[in-house]
């Protein structure tokens, strides 16, 4: 391949290689999808070079885009040289250079700042944690029915609905929605017969999350009824993390003995190097199942047949399946395991379990009654269109492309990140992909660092 060709390449491909000190990653490829490899027989040293297919003068992207296999050798090719210098650094004068790790001193300085700046936010969210602790309490009364709303807290709810109407309607509606704002809703005394409190609140607010929903299965819904409170605790003094708590009535014994079960989230106790706390594990309750009621694990019925004798037999096996509550048994990544017993999908686990917890913090728990009711489900829904995962490229070839790429729009990008960049700009967790659920059952208990 020519230098010509090369640089023809790159720039059909968007100038993947960046000019800078760093060569960065080429553009991530549209609808989460990875890119291809190279495949191992093609390389520079290959037998049958003359089959290895070249790009002629013209539309690169284009003849890129119409040859798979030359398309993989450049991406592959091109993704060697992430990371690696490009010589910029090296090409500067000495003085120049010096300067440069001056600068990278003065760094130390800002990044020691942020770490302060990062525990300080930690305890501001441990004293308003108290704060909002009566909010809270107060909310579980009512969901459980041991209080009602007073008619002031009616009063107040109701308009915010009504504000929200009126935001939405037309101008031609905009007289009518003045006169509902002065409507009062109508209240109902509770009676002895009156059904107590909000049935399957949590349940509900759960489900209308989009990754948790997913976690869910018909088989859950019948303990997570029996959910009366879902809380979080910061932990000690000097230790960054949190505990999630989910509290059960007592009725849930038909299924465990637990009355809570909790998952704890531990940071990393210095911050990373980009000023953010660094998800370090997490850890679960073990759920005391009760004899034949565990979610967690099924029951494959098959037979089998003796060859000898042509007799046949039943054989159960008890397997791992699917189940909101393998959240208490979060994925783990061991360095003292074996590489070939490592699971290709660990990462994703791992993020996406983190991801989870965070949104029931951050999310779940401050907004519930909006989750239950689906208000937060269109603002998460609003949050994801509008972030930046969506720009012109997206959009500029769907004219030509037609409808038969809609299936692959909708296929749910994996969630990522385990560095906490503050909660009121990161995105809900989106729900997992197959196979790669935070306590899948074909998680591995013990597995190796990546």
């Known amino acids: 391949m020519s230098k010509a060709q090369a640089q023809n390449i790159a720039q059909a491909l968007g100038d993947g290689i960046a ?26 040293d290959s037998e049958g070079e003359e089959d290895i297919p070249t790009i002629s003068s013209g539309n690169m992207r284009e003849q890129l885009a119409n040859n798979p296999m030359l398309a993989a050798m450049v991406q592959g090719k091109l993704a060697n040289l992430i990371g690696k210098s490009s010589g910029y650094i090296e090409s500067l004068s000495p003085i120049v250079r010096q300067r440069v790790d001056g600068l990278k001193g003065l760094q130390l300085e800002h990044t020691k700042l942020e ?5 300080e936010i930690l305890e501001l969210e441990k004293r308003f944690a108290e704060k909002y602790r009566p909010i809270y309490e107060r909310r579980r009364a009512i969901i459980e029915g041991k209080e009602e709303p007073t008619e002031e807290e009616i009063k107040s709810g109701f308009k915010v609905d009504l504000v929200e109407d009126d935001e939405d309607d037309d101008d031609d509606e905009a007289e009518e929605g003045k006169a509902s704002a002065s409507k009062e809703p109508e209240i109902v005394k ?11 609140f949590w349940l509900t607010a759960l489900s209308n999350h989009a990754g948790i929903s997913e976690l869910i299965t018909e088989r859950d819904e019948e303990a997570l009824k029996y959910l009366v409170d879902v809380r979080v605790e910061y932990l000690g003094v000097g230790v960054p993390g949190f505990k999630l708590l989910f509290e059960f009535e007592p009725k849930a014994k038909d299924f465990f003995e637990n009355t809570i079960l909790t998952k704890t989230y531990f940071y990393q106790e210095e911050v990373g190097s980009l000023g953010d706390f660094i998800y370090d ?3 679960g309750t073990e759920i005391k199942w009760k004899t034949g009621k565990d979610l967690t694990v099924k029951v494959e019925t098959k037979k089998q047949r003796n060859k000898n004798t042509n007799q046949t037999r039943t054989v159960k096996k008890v397997v791992p399946t699917d189940s909101f509550f393998n959240f208490f048994k979060p994925p783990t990544a061991n360095a003292d395991d074996d590489a070939s017993d490592v699971d290709d999908d660990i990462d994703e686990k791992l993020e996406l379990d983190y991801q989870i917890g965070e949104d029931i913090k951050d999310r779940i728990v401050p907004h519930a009654i909006d989750y239950f009711t689906g ?5 998460d829904m609003e949050d994801d269109f509008e972030s930046d995962e969506f720009d012109e490229d997206d959009f500029e070839d769907d004219d030509d492309e037609g409808d038969d790429d809609d299936d692959d729009d909708d296929a749910p990008a994996a969630a990522g990140g385990r560095a906490i960049k503050g909660a009121p700009g990161r995105k809900a967790a989106q729900p997992p992909q197959s196979g790669v659920t935070p306590g899948s059952a074909q998680d591995p208990q013990e597995c190796k660092n990546q």
């Open 281 to 283: 594990h997490a850890e």
């Open 375 to 379: 208000k937060a489900l269109e603002q």
């Open 115 to 119: 770490a302060e700046f990062q525990k």
């Open 19 to 44: 000019p800078t000190p760093q060569n960065t990653p080429l553009q991530a490829t549209p609808g989460g999808m990875s890119r291809p490899h190279v495949p191992t027989t093609i390389g520079e």
């Open 190 to 200: 509770a009676d002895a017969s009156a059904e107590k409190g909000i049935p399957g």
